[in-house]
């Protein structure tokens, strides 16, 4: 059985950080590129950063870029995402995504139940 579960997440001032993980089981971890999305109340799903394997691939959205570093333990098949420098806008439902990509256009995609991070002004 597949499971991404997260934690981390909570209520924060401007400015501070969070750190937030994902643990994963029933997949095989290292071959699926793990990415972390976020959606406020009344908006869709924005993609947040991912990481590929080798986890030098990394991507970031241009409003978290430098301050939410992304990073992977394939030995304890867990994702994180570190968040600095915490704005207001930030705030949201922050979900895991674990996705495979095969050469003949399948695709596997699993996803977390989401944890809440919110940032007080």
């Known amino acids: 059985q597949v499971q991404l579960v997260e934690s981390g997440g909570g209520v924060v001032q401007s400015g501070g950080s969070l750190r937030l993980s994902c643990e994963t089981s029933?997949?095989?971890?290292?071959?699926?590129?793990m990415r972390w999305f976020r959606q406020a109340p009344g908006t869709e799903p924005e993609f947040v950063a991912g990481?590929?394997?080798?986890?030098?691939?990394?991507n970031y959205s241009d409003s978290v870029k430098c301050r939410f570093p992304i990073s992977r333990d394939n030995a304890r098949r867990t994702a994180y995402l570190q968040m600095d420098n915490l704005k207001p806008e930030d705030t949201a439902v922050y979900y895991c995504?674990?996705?495979?990509?095969?050469?003949?256009?399948?695709?596997?995609?699993?996803w977390g139940q989401g944890t809440q991070v919110t940032v007080s002004s």
């Open positions: 029933g997949f095989t971890f290292h071959g699926y590129a």
């Open positions: 990481i590929g394997n080798p986890a030098i691939n990394t």
């Open positions: 995504n674990a996705r495979l990509q095969i050469l003949d256009g399948r695709e596997f995609t699993y």
